[in-house]
């Protein structure tokens, strides 16, 4: 389906390109819109193995070599991050921001509200917030008091939690 948007909306800019209507950069940058978000549904967590589902939630990381790899939440990316035995090969890290909803924002941009009020997909309940926008940090901590993390407190979190000594590692 995804594929059948991206040819019709190639066709459609070529022919208006045609007729002198508008240029390239349009489409470029639809394009690369459409590639810089999530597609909940038939993305796969590369972490967790399953289907990435929930609006407001994700992240993805890029590779040295270009490769793409997405996340159901924050705490996947990190419990992946952990995992990796080669950190240089990481070209980019970015999270959902929970206020936009499907915009990805490198993860030393964002704070992480942990509230057990606010539940992400994998059990965790860490919300990304963009740290400069501070009206929003202060509405979403109002609607689910809790602490904000930095990126390496939630990678702590994370590692004590999942891979402790008391951890299981059990993602939802």
């Known amino acids: 389906m995804r594929l059948i948007t991206l040819?019709?909306?190639?066709?459609?800019?070529?022919?208006?390109?045609?007729?002198?209507?508008?240029d390239n950069r349009n489409t470029i940058t639809a394009l690369k819109a459409e590639k810089e978000q999530i597609n909940y549904g038939s993305d796969i967590c590369e972490f967790t193995g399953k289907t990435i589902r929930e609006v407001r939630?994700?992240?993805?990381?890029?590779?040295?070599?270009?490769?793409?790899?997405?996340?159901?939440?924050?705490?996947?990316?990190?419990?992946?991050?952990?995992?990796?035995?080669?950190?240089?090969?990481?070209?980019?890290?970015?999270?959902?921001?929970?206020?936009?909803?499907?915009?990805l924002m490198p993860v030393e941009e964002?704070?992480?509200?942990?509230?057990?009020?606010?539940?992400?997909?994998?059990?965790?309940?860490?919300?990304?917030?963009?740290?400069?926008n501070k009206k929003m940090l202060e509405f979403v901590y109002?609607?689910?008091?809790?602490?904000?993390?930095?990126?390496?407190?939630?990678?702590?979190k994370v590692e004590a939690e999942w891979f402790g000594e008391t951890g299981n590692a059990a993602m939802n």
Do not use: H, Q
């Open 7 to 22: 040819i019709v909306i190639a066709v459609i800019t070529m022919s208006m390109t045609a007729c002198g209507e508008t």
């Open 142 to 156: 109002d609607a689910y008091p809790g602490p904000y993390l930095e990126w390496n407190e939630v990678i702590d």
């Open 110 to 132: 964002l704070k992480f509200l942990n509230s057990k009020l606010r539940p992400s997909p994998n059990g965790m309940y860490l919300t990304a917030v963009d740290a400069s």
């Open 57 to 103: 939630y994700g992240g993805r990381m890029v590779t040295s070599s270009g490769d793409t790899l997405n996340f159901m939440s924050a705490e996947c990316l990190a419990g992946y991050l952990l995992k990796m035995e080669n950190r240089d090969e990481i070209a980019s890290m970015k999270v959902v921001d929970f206020v936009d909803g499907k915009k």
